[in-house]
């Protein structure tokens, strides 16, 4: 008998023991991201509302995009990066074009806005990559179906 090919479909998957010492510097990272991120915020809303300008507008809503996304890393980090960088940039363009549609919106109106798309973009990542995922089933389904054809 021939022994398996190493990740073959017959194959023992191999059993590696997880670290003893798990790292907490990605939890500690996000944290402290997360954390500058709440430092710009508090410092906009600080301000009288009449005094904001678009500059602190725009800095308090990148802010808020950053940390939404840093608060759903534990979510996000299924998907691949470039799945995660196209998330942010969709975001950011979405509430730039928000801010130059009201640029007197408060911070009530960007937090609103920010979060309502944070849920749809999230949620469109999560359909997009479903569909990729029955893609890639489906393709190994026919795969396989070649493969036992040909084997006949």
């Known amino acids: 008998?021939?022994?398996?090919?190493?990740?073959?479909?017959?194959?023992t998957p191999q059993t590696t023991s997880a670290p003893a010492n798990t790292s907490t510097q990605p939890?500690?990272?996000v944290a402290?991201?997360?954390?500058?991120?709440?430092?710009?915020?508090?410092?906009?809303?600080?301000?009288?509302?009449?005094?904001?300008?678009?500059e602190d507008?725009?800095?308090?809503?990148?802010?808020?995009?950053?940390?939404?996304?840093?608060?759903?890393?534990?979510?996000?980090?299924?998907?691949?990066?470039?799945?995660?960088?196209?998330?942010?940039?969709?975001?950011?363009?979405?509430?730039a074009t928000f801010l130059q549609q009201n640029p007197n919106a408060?911070?009530?109106?960007i937090d609103a806005h920010v979060a309502g798309r944070v849920k749809s973009q999230m949620f469109s990542a999560v359909v997009g990559q479903k569909g990729v995922d029955m893609a890639i089933a489906n393709m190994q389904k026919r795969l396989q179906e070649i493969r036992d054809n040909f084997e006949k």
Do not use: C, H, W
């Not at 008998?1 to 194959?11: D, E, N």
């Not at 402290?32 to 005094?51: F, H, L, T, Y």
């Not at 809503?61 to 940390?67: E, G, I, W």
């Open 32 to 54: 402290a991201q997360r954390a500058a991120q709440k430092s710009i915020m508090d410092g906009v809303k600080n301000k009288p509302e009449n005094k904001l300008t678009a």
């Open 106 to 109: 408060s911070l009530k109106d």
């Open 57 to 95: 507008r725009k800095a308090y809503a990148t802010a808020l995009v950053k940390d939404k996304l840093l608060e759903n890393q534990g979510f996000l980090g299924f998907f691949s990066k470039s799945t995660n960088e196209g998330l942010a940039k969709k975001l950011e363009g979405d509430v």
């Open 1 to 11: 008998m021939v022994a398996p090919l190493k990740g073959g479909p017959r194959s």
């Open 27 to 29: 939890t500690a990272d």
